[in-house]
Each structure stands twice: as C-alpha cells, then as structure tokens.
C-alpha cells in the first residue's frame, strides 16, 4: 500500500509542474435569490461547437477552467431548471487569466416542473473531498422517508431497525443540510418524508471543514430548497399494511427579498416482528431453550419545520428555522420460554411473558445562518448557531408465568426511564481566495451538550412496589467539545490538491447520585486531511487521506439495562473510550455517454476498536461495549450506472472487504480475521403511458468475529409509479422486504453456550401513495409575484 501511494504522490508532483496554460473563472448563482447554484455544468465551444473544455461548479458556485487555447470562442451555462445562458469569449497571450465575476441564472418555470415530474436519473459526481449522489425519482424513494431514500444510496446500508452504516461500518456521523441534528439519532430519521430530500453526500475522507466525528465518514442529508418565485408546494398521502398512514403538506413562498420554507408531517405506523432464539448451556446440568418473541409496535408522529431566508441585499442572507418532531410509541411483546433437560424426557419448565410499552419523545430545535458573500467569488463568511432540546418519558410493564410444571404468577416488574438533553453549537467559516485557483478556509467551533437520565427498576410484593435488583438511579452526562481548523485548496492545470488540519477537545463528565460512576475524560487530537485529484477529459482520479474519532454513543455509555427479556440484556459501558481511524482511499469516476464507473479501493486502521461482547452471569446473557486493540479493514468497491437506452437505468454496486480484529476482554481472546461482500442491483424502467418500475436487491455476506456469525443477509423491494393529471399529481405503489427475506440469523459461541437466533424485526410492507403538486408551472402568477414585490 505504501509504494503504491508514494507512486500515485510522484505521479501527481509530476503532473502538477507542467506548464500553466490559460485559466478562466467566476461563479454562479440564482438570479432572483443571488444563492450561489453548485453542480453548474460549464462548456467552453469553438466556433465549430466542438468542446474545448468543461466542469461544473462547486459548492459554493465557482468555477474554474484551465488549459484553453487562445483564440474566441463561446461559454455556455447550463442547470436543470434555469435557463441556459451562453458569452462570447476571447482568450490572447497578454491577457491568460480571465475573471468572468457573478453570472446569474435565471429560472425556467416551465423546464423545472418537467425535471421534477421526469427526471429518474441519479447522477454521480465526485468532488474532491466526496461523492454526490442526486436522489432524482427514483419510485422507490418517493413513497417512504428518508432511510428509503439512503438505502439506495452506493455504499449505504440501512437496517431493519434504522441502524445506518458506510462501507459495513456503522461508524458513522449523519448530518441534515452540513449540521447535527437530533433527527438523525435513533429512528428519527423515519420523520423525514423522502421526497423532501435533495440529495445526499457520502464522505468516507472528509476534509478538515468537517467534525472529525465518525471512522467511516460522514453522510449529509441535503433537504429540498425551495426555487420557485410566488406560491408552491405539495401534499403527499401514504397508505399502508401493516399501518403506515402519513400526510406530508409542504408549502413556500418566495419574492426577491424572502423565501419562506415549510413542512408538516403526521404519520400513524404499524411494525410487526418475530423473533426466535435456541439456546443451549453446559455449564452445570445441560440445559436447552427455546424462545419466541412476537412484537407488536405501534408509532405516531408529527414533524413541522418552518423557516425562511431573509435576503438584506446581494451578499447577506439570514436564515432562521425551527423544527419541532413529537413521538408517542405504544408497543406490545410476547415472550415464550421453553426450558428443557436433554438427559431427561421430562419437560423443565414453560414460561411466558407480557410487556408493555409506552413512550413520548419531543425533539425541539432553533437553527440560525448569517451568510457574507463578496463580490469576489468564492469569499464567504459565515456563522452558524443551534440550540435544540429533547424529552423522552418511557416506561415498561412486564407480567410474567409459568406455564408448567404448575402454574404460578410471578410478581410485576416496571421500569421508567426519563431522559432530557440540551445542546447549544456555534461555529464560523472564513473562505478567503488567495487567487484565481487557491482558496484559503479556516474556522471555529463549539458545542455544549448535557443529558440527565433518570432510570428506576420496580418489583411488586404485597400490592407495595419495591426497587427491583438495586436499579435507583440518576446519571447527569455533560459534554463540550471545542474545535479549529485551517484549510488550504488549490490546482495546477488538472491537478487539484486540498490540505488540512483541524483540532478537536473534547470533555466528558459522567456522574450519578450514588456515584457509582464518576468519570471524567479529555481527548485532545490533531486530525490532518489530505485530498488530491487529477481530471482527465472524462474521469476524474482521488487519493485521500483523513484522521477520524469515533466517540461512544450514549445508549453505549448508559449502564442502565431494560429487563424485557428473561434471559438477554444489553448494558453500557461507562469506560468506554473513543477509537481512533486513519484511512486512506484511492476512488476514481469514468464517464461515457450511457456508462458511469466508479471504482475505489481503501484501508483503514482503527486503534481502540468498539464492539459488543456477550458473556453469561447468573443464567443471564449479557452484550456491552468494549474496546479491543484494534482492526484493520481494507477493502474494494465498485459502483456502476448504465442507461442503455432512454427508458431503461441500471444501478450496480459491490463492496469487498477484509479485515483483521486483535484484542482479548474478560481474558477471552478475541483476535479474529476474515472478509464479507455486499452488493445491490436497481433497475428503473419508463414503461407507456407515464408508468415507471423500479426493483431492488439487496444482499449482504456472511459477517463474524471471534463471538457471533451472522448469516449471509437479502431483501428485495419493487415498486410502480403514475403521472396523471396533467403532470400535477403521481400515484405510486411499491412493497418493501417482500417475501419477508430480510432475516438476520446469528450464532453466538462461549465457553459454556451456544445460542443461535433469527431476527425479523419488519415483516413485509404494502404501501401505496398519493402525491398532487400546485401553482407550479404557471408564469401568470409568478410574473405577478415578481411584479407585486418590485412595487
């Protein structure tokens, strides 16, 4: 690996010394809103429309275009939804490096509404320091939320129960529009309605702008802005079986002074799970159980997010924004339990066990943006605040019996757990140019998080509710992290380089009232990134490399442990300790006129490794978090585009990967080796009379280290779509986990068990939606719009 990158470094120095020919820049934006307009597609033609040179713009608008001949030719301008525009242009030998300043784009009322009602194509570009993938119409990302929609994402994956990974790595930090939010923790992102989203970033090497949070990288959420002058907006209804009810209304408005921005969600859903284990022991008499879990969950929802942005002239913008997410959960188990002595014909014993679950939580959170553009392009200020807020109330009544041999009704156990948080952040960004093609960038941040959680465990005797197991406890969480970085980015011909080093400290609290735990840490790093890339006429080649940390969660810090389960818990790790990733990556993009590859090979090293360790203790099965040496993981990935013709897209990907685990925990040695492959195959075709079908498959290999094997792991999902009146509404029917396929299998091995379990935690899904678009294509009203604000 090492000769191979010193070779791709001499390979680039040698590129990047050649001659500096003719360089031509500027930036992009609204016309209307003066919003810098990223992924503007920019063509330079000769006087016989042959292409001269080409790219698209940044996330902040600019351009730059370098190694054009002297002589006149034509610049053109072209993004979907504005109207094309195109100058004439002069290059001679006094005068090689031409500022074309601000162009402005105007929209096209007409060509938007035909992209949104048509478009299905998901474009792949690869900036430097990240993959964009543009969520288009995909049918399947248009019925569900916002884990749909990454689930068809090149190297994502999402499970059953919302847990996201990168790569096979769950690692990994998820960020709404470049900032946290308390969406993306747990479940929260099945708020957020798919086609709400814009598109989505995957990072797997961030640059030093971003938090250093995450081993895998980071995947940005970008939400769905509004760009239409006057009145616009939708409402989408989603029925399904088992119950997945919603009503997503959203509408904005927007003039030349302010754009107003909304969403409304409800949503009433049903789950259904099933889960089985088969345990045997031998530690003492041998003994074998057989358990069944049926799982009734029943969740609604509401969301709203308003804002608006406020444009005080060309250059400053501010935004401000709140977004409110309440849940009300009810969920229902059954537990069976079947104990049996296999030296004897005589049954042991059969229990059961009932639970109850009710839980409210409301998320609240107040966001503020200062924008500072400059008439040189690429410079900007800005300043970001948040502060949000969170409650959670959840409480658990378990009844439980034997069955046999006699019948006998234990005492009632419940448990209540009662949880708030609150987060203040603040940072700022300077992007200074330094020239035509290097750009300068440094900034601050900071974030204040405390959580306190209060958990109590109860046992009934005598009609008298009595603590259960000595759970009494209140646990006070407190966090501030302070961060800094500077960021320097340039380019020599084709060659673009960005480097980058960015600070983090970091302190944690951890206390109780019966300090049991009392625990405070400080972690203090540097964490350098380095991001080159060479463009050729068609492709584009990286090499990149970044330092990450990847902090405990809090569910993996709590030591608080629900009791639904007889027979398994699972508990935190107060000790716990952030691991530590240094990842390199090599990714390259080739594009044809109906093929898109985009291959990648990669290695990371990561010290202080987390994974979950189960041991056995009183008859009770335990899995916490722990940290072992390390693991190194390196890997090959391969995503593909192919539209051989205008109605048919297909959409391939495979990851390859091996890895190597080294640790020992409770003196078991848990040093293990091995590899896992993941793939997924999408087809969307454009069938007569505005119809579209798009199906999915999902497969995952085998996994396993040194305790558990899960079993090779596949879903299918499909779906169907119709435009009708007039373009103004789509009906869409699709079907997720069919034939119930998505079935995580697991054997777990110890010193003195074996207990094997299959997991289905979402039985198939039937839904079917309904979604009717208004006052989006008429120029009368937004003509009138405009005129109405100019006067």
Do not use: C
């Amino acid at each position: 690996m090492k000769t191979l990158i010193i070779s791709i470094l001499i390979l680039f120095f040698q590129l990047s010394v050649v001659a500096q020919q003719s360089t031509v820049s500027g930036k992009v934006q609204d016309n209307t809103t003066k919003e810098a307009l990223p992924y503007v597609t920019i063509a330079v033609k000769d006087s016989n429309s042959k292409i001269l040179a080409a790219g698209i713009t940044d996330d902040y608008g600019a351009f730059n275009l370098d190694g054009l001949p002297l002589g006149k030719m034509t610049v053109t301008f072209s993004f979907l939804g504005y109207q094309s525009y195109s100058q004439p242009l002069e290059i001679i030998a006094a005068h090689t490096k031409i500022q074309l300043g601000t162009i402005g784009l105007n929209n096209d009322a007409v060509q938007l509404n035909a992209v949104e009602i048509n478009g299905t194509k998901s474009n792949i570009s690869l900036k430097i320091d990240k993959k964009v993938f543009e969520v288009g119409k995909d049918v399947l990302s248009q019925n569900g939320s916002a884990h749909d929609v990454l689930n068809g994402v090149p190297s994502i994956a999402v499970s059953p129960t919302g847990a996201i990974s990168l790569r096979g790595n769950s690692s990994v930090l998820v960020l709404i529009n470049g900032r946290q939010s308390g969406l993306t923790q747990g479940n929260a992102l099945d708020q957020i309605a798919a086609d709400q989203i814009d598109r989505i970033e995957v990072i797997t090497n961030p640059s030093s702008r971003y938090d250093a949070a995450g081993s895998a990288g980071i995947i940005n959420i970008i939400l769905k802005k509004n760009k239409k002058s006057g009145f616009s907006g939708q409402v989408r209804l989603v029925a399904g079986s088992p119950n997945d009810s919603r009503l997503n209304p959203s509408i904005n408005y927007k003039s030349d002074k302010i754009n107003i921005f909304s969403n409304f969600s409800i949503r009433s859903s049903d789950y259904v799970g099933l889960y089985t284990t088969n345990q045997s022991t031998t530690n003492g008499t041998p003994t074998l159980m057989n358990r069944v879990q049926n799982e009734d969950r029943h969740d609604d929802g509401k969301l709203l997010y308003l804002g608006a942005d406020y444009f005080i002239n060309e250059h400053q913008t501010i935004t401000t924004a709140f977004l409110k997410n309440a849940t009300h959960d009810n969920d229902k188990t059954d537990l069976f339990y079947d104990y049996s002595n296999p030296s004897s014909t005589i049954q042991d014993s059969i229990l059961t066990r009932h639970g109850k679950s009710l839980e409210k939580r409301d998320y609240s959170q107040l966001e503020f943006n200062y924008t500072h553009t400059f008439k040189q392009p690429e410079k900007k200020w800005t300043i970001d605040m948040q502060y949000d807020w969170w409650n959670s109330d959840k409480k658990w009544n378990l009844t439980t019996q034997r069955l046999s041999p006699t019948p006998l009704d234990y005492p009632g156990i419940r448990t209540s757990s009662i949880g708030n948080s609150k987060d203040f952040l603040a940072k700022s960004d300077f992007i200074q140019p330094v020239d035509s093609v290097s750009v300068f960038e440094f900034g601050i941040k900071t974030e204040i998080r405390k959580v306190s959680s209060n958990f109590l465990a109860e046992q009934e005797q005598d009609n008298i509710w009595n603590v259960y197991q000595n759970i009494d406890n209140h646990l006070n969480y407190a966090e501030n992290i302070s961060g800094a970085y500077v960021q320097f980015n340039s380019k020599v011909k084709h060659f673009s380089y960005m480097l980058g080093l960015r600070t983090e400290l970091t302190h944690i609290s951890i206390t109780d009232i019966q300090n049991t735990y009392n625990d405070t840490k400080n972690y203090n790093k540097l964490f350098p990134t380095v991001n080159m890339s060479y463009k050729f006429e068609t492709s584009t080649l990286q090499l990149n490399y970044s330092k990450r940390i990847n902090r405990p969660d809090l569910y993996e810090l709590y030591p608080f442990n629900e009791l639904t389960d007889l027979n398994a818990q699972y508990i935190g790790n107060p000790d716990l300790n952030p691991s530590y990733s240094d990842v390199f990556e090599m990714a390259f993009l080739k594009t044809w006129k109906t093929l898109t590859l985009n291959p990648s090979v990669y290695y990371q090293r990561e010290n202080g490794y987390i994974q979950d360790f189960t041991y056995r203790e009183n008859d009770i099965f335990y899995t916490t978090p722990i940290n072992i040496d390390y693991e190194i993981r390196s890997g090959i990935e391969l995503s593909a585009l192919y539209n051989p013709m205008k109605w048919l897209q297909i959409n391939a990907e495979m990851n390859f990967y091996r890895f190597e685990q080294k640790g020992n925990y409770q003196e078991k040695n848990l040093d293990y080796d091995g590899e896992t492959f993941t793939g997924r195959l999408s087809t969307q075709i454009k069938l007569p009379s505005k119809f579209s079908f798009q199906g999915r498959y999902n497969f995952r290999g085998e996994q396993q280290n040194a305790q558990t094997k899960n079993e090779a792991l596949q879903s299918i999902d499909f779906g169907l779509s119709k435009i009708l009146l007039k373009d103004k509404a789509t009906i869409v029917f699709d079907v997720s986990n069919a034939f119930n396929l998505r079935q995580n299998k697991s054997t777990t091995t110890g010193t003195d068990y074996l207990f094997t379990q299959n997991s289905i935690p979402n039985a198939a899904r039937y839904r079917l939606s309904f979604v009717y678009r208004f006052n989006l294509t008429d120029p009368k009203v937004i003509r009138q719009a405009n005129s109405a604000n100019r006067n």
